[in-house]
Protein backbone atom coordinates (compact mmCIF):
# COMPACT_ATOMS: atom_id res chain seq x y z
CA UNK A 1 0.00 0.00 0.00
CA UNK A 2 1.60 3.06 -1.50
CA UNK A 3 -0.24 6.49 0.16
CA UNK A 4 0.56 10.13 -2.02
CA UNK A 5 -0.45 13.09 -0.09
CA UNK A 6 -0.35 16.82 -1.30
CA UNK A 7 -1.91 19.66 -1.66
CA UNK A 8 0.79 21.57 0.63
CA UNK A 9 1.87 24.65 0.54
CA UNK A 10 1.98 28.66 1.90
CA UNK A 11 -0.88 30.36 2.63
CA UNK A 12 -1.66 33.80 4.62
CA UNK A 13 -3.94 33.45 8.01
CA UNK A 14 -7.59 33.24 7.14
CA UNK A 15 -6.60 31.57 4.10
CA UNK A 16 -7.84 27.91 2.53
CA UNK A 17 -5.95 24.76 1.31
CA UNK A 18 -7.15 21.42 0.52
CA UNK A 19 -5.53 18.34 1.20
CA UNK A 20 -5.61 15.00 -0.92
CA UNK A 21 -3.92 11.74 0.12
CA UNK A 22 -4.71 8.65 -2.45
CA UNK A 23 -3.81 5.39 -1.21
CA UNK A 24 -2.64 2.71 -4.02
CA UNK A 25 -1.58 -1.08 -4.55
CA UNK A 26 -3.54 -3.67 -3.40
CA UNK A 27 -5.46 -4.07 -0.30
CA UNK A 28 -8.66 -4.77 0.88
CA UNK A 29 -11.39 -2.63 2.90
CA UNK A 30 -9.96 0.75 3.98
CA UNK A 31 -11.19 0.89 7.60
CA UNK A 32 -10.08 4.35 8.86
CA UNK A 33 -8.46 7.31 7.01
CA UNK A 34 -7.09 10.27 9.16
CA UNK A 35 -4.70 13.02 8.98
CA UNK A 36 -2.44 13.48 11.20
CA UNK A 37 0.11 16.94 11.61
CA UNK A 38 3.36 17.44 13.03
CA UNK A 39 4.59 20.93 13.76
CA UNK A 40 8.07 22.03 14.44
CA UNK A 41 9.46 20.38 17.97
CA UNK A 42 5.85 19.34 18.47
CA UNK A 43 5.23 15.79 18.79
CA UNK A 44 2.81 14.48 16.23
CA UNK A 45 -1.09 15.23 16.64
CA UNK A 46 -4.25 13.85 15.77
CA UNK A 47 -6.17 16.32 13.03
CA UNK A 48 -9.03 14.20 11.83
CA UNK A 49 -10.56 10.47 11.15
CA UNK A 50 -13.26 9.29 8.47
CA UNK A 51 -14.47 6.27 8.92
CA UNK A 52 -15.43 3.88 6.53
CA UNK A 53 -19.67 4.26 7.29
CA UNK A 54 -18.73 8.64 6.58
CA UNK A 55 -18.39 9.08 10.07
CA UNK A 56 -16.10 11.64 11.10
CA UNK A 57 -14.43 12.94 14.36
CA UNK A 58 -12.01 16.10 14.46
CA UNK A 59 -9.69 17.64 17.09
CA UNK A 60 -11.32 20.66 18.54
CA UNK A 61 -8.47 23.32 17.39
CA UNK A 62 -9.80 22.11 13.78
CA UNK A 63 -13.44 22.15 14.38
CA UNK A 64 -15.51 24.12 12.34
CA UNK A 65 -12.63 25.20 10.05
CA UNK A 66 -11.66 21.59 8.73
CA UNK A 67 -13.81 19.36 6.52
CA UNK A 68 -12.95 15.87 6.02
CA UNK A 69 -14.14 13.73 3.00
CA UNK A 70 -13.34 10.53 1.20
CA UNK A 71 -13.57 9.51 -2.68
CA UNK A 72 -14.30 5.75 -2.20
CA UNK A 73 -14.13 5.07 -6.13
CA UNK A 74 -10.49 6.85 -6.03
CA UNK A 75 -9.01 5.46 -2.57
CA UNK A 76 -8.71 8.79 -1.92
CA UNK A 77 -9.45 11.27 1.16
CA UNK A 78 -9.39 15.59 1.47
CA UNK A 79 -9.10 17.36 4.10
CA UNK A 80 -10.32 21.09 3.46
CA UNK A 81 -8.65 23.55 5.35
CA UNK A 82 -10.36 27.08 5.93
CA UNK A 83 -9.75 29.97 8.20
CA UNK A 84 -6.21 28.99 8.82
CA UNK A 85 -4.27 30.16 11.74
CA UNK A 86 -0.12 29.79 12.17
CA UNK A 87 -0.55 27.41 14.67
CA UNK A 88 -1.86 25.08 11.73
CA UNK A 89 1.55 25.41 10.10
CA UNK A 90 2.92 21.73 10.23
CA UNK A 91 3.81 18.86 8.27
CA UNK A 92 0.15 16.87 7.65
CA UNK A 93 0.63 13.30 7.33
CA UNK A 94 -2.07 10.69 5.88
CA UNK A 95 -2.62 7.36 7.76
CA UNK A 96 -5.08 4.52 6.65
CA UNK A 97 -5.97 1.60 8.60
CA UNK A 98 -6.94 -1.43 5.94
CA UNK A 99 -8.46 -5.02 6.62
CA UNK A 100 -9.24 -7.16 9.53
CA UNK A 101 -6.07 -6.67 11.13
CA UNK A 102 -6.66 -3.29 10.84
CA UNK A 103 -3.14 -2.40 9.77
CA UNK A 104 -1.63 0.95 9.99
CA UNK A 105 0.25 2.57 6.44
CA UNK A 106 1.61 6.28 6.37
CA UNK A 107 2.19 8.77 3.77
CA UNK A 108 4.98 10.96 3.69
CA UNK A 109 3.60 14.34 4.91
CA UNK A 110 3.14 17.51 3.22
CA UNK A 111 4.28 20.70 4.17
CA UNK A 112 1.28 23.73 5.15
CA UNK A 113 3.22 26.86 6.38
CA UNK A 114 0.17 30.03 7.24
CA UNK A 115 2.17 32.65 7.27
CA UNK A 116 1.99 36.68 6.47
Known amino acids: VQLQASGGGLVQPGGSLRLSCAAS????????MDWYRQAPGKRREFVAR???????NYVDSVKGRFTISRDHAKNTMYLQMNSLKPEDTAVYYC???????????WGQGTLVTVSS
Open 95 to 105: KVAIGRSWTPY
Open 25 to 32: GTFSNINT
Open 50 to 56: IISDGST
